[in-house]
């Protein structure tokens, strides 16, 4: 298996956009032609993922006319992959796209979301360990070494999450005829589901969404200088708000279903919003 060089884009051409898809979530981009795939395995600095429902690969799509990378599958920081999400990011970042859209499998810890739906993402609250924030990269001469922190202290959060990124997005689920609600994310560490006081706790503190990813791939995409916006699939009621208990099981099914909706959004989203053409497929 050939592994990419250090110029990926001499050798794949450029991306307009990119978009992460978790947990079930790889079907999104099934109806694309392919351009180029690529395993994670062949890009240095990166292994497979351990989880099940993450494939590990890179599809290169092409979209009307329009190329968009699809990360199909992720590397989780309980991994323990810090340095795999930022060659992760990076690697998107090579290949010139300026904007990564995120997606998260996500458990509700709102009443008023229910499975199934499509969340915006409007703020995060990050509780995983921050370690991978000292994960620094290597400085080109002549740039500051000061990391920027995104997600904490003093800076806005319009480092965050792009505000116009998130309204292209939701421009882009009214002409897929996709009713995206808004939230706020809280990312906390995993692997385990949340227990029910922990729920509570998020509840309390104003969390609408639990996931156990995002943040570390919102915080190097803002360092390596990229636009970045979450979506979130509410795959499951959090801990003690449902009869049962959350399964991976059922939140890959959910995934699964609801991919062809967020393959609709995307097409949109990449058109931009004036074109008023349905959907591909």
């Known amino acids: 298996m050939r592994r990419i060089g250090s110029d990926p884009k001499s050798e794949l051409g450029g991306a307009d956009l990119t978009v992460l898809l978790g947990s079930g979530l790889g079907g999104a981009c099934e109806r694309f032609p392919v351009v180029r795939s690529l395993e994670f395995e062949q890009i ?28 199909v599958g ?34 509700s810890v709102d009443s008023r979301l229910s499975p199934g739906e499509l969340v915006v993402v409007e703020d995060i609250m990050d ?18 070494s000061v990391v920027p922190r995104p997600l904490r202290g003093g800076n806005s959060p319009l480092l965050c999450l792009d505000p116009s990124l998130r ?33 509570r706790a998020l509840q309390e503190i104003g969390a609408s969404l639990v996931t156990m990813s995002a943040a570390p791939e919102v915080f190097f995409a803002n360092q390596a200088g990229l636009r970045v916006a979450a979506l979130c699939l509410v795959t499951n009621l959090a801990t003690g708000l449902a009869q049962s208990a959350p399964s991976h099981k059922s ?9 062809r909706a967020l393959g609709d959004l ?15 497929g």
């Open 74 to 107: 992720r590397k989780h920081y309980y991994e323990r992959a810090d340095k795999e999400i930022r060659a992760m990011v990076r690697f998107a970042a090579a290949l010139g796209t300026g904007e990564l859209v995120l997606t998260s499998a996500a458990g």
């Open 251 to 259: 939140v890959l099914e959910i995934g699964k279903r609801s991919s």
């Open 127 to 144: 509780f995983q360990d921050r370690d991978y924030r000292l994960t620094r990269p290597a400085e080109p001469a002549g740039r500051s």
């Open 167 to 199: 309204s292209r997005i939701e421009k882009a689920a009214i002409k897929a005829g996709i009713a995206l609600k808004r939230g706020v994310l809280a990312c906390v560490s995993g692997p385990a589901y949340e227990t029910p006081a922990e729920v």
């Open 44 to 71: 240095p600095g990166l292994t497979p993922p351990s989880v099940s429902g993450h494939r590990g690969e890179f599809r290169l799509c092409s979209i009307n006319d329009r190329r968009c990378l699809f990360i």
């Open 266 to 280: 995307i097409v949109h989203l990449v058109r931009g919003p004036d074109v008023t053409a349905a959907p591909d």
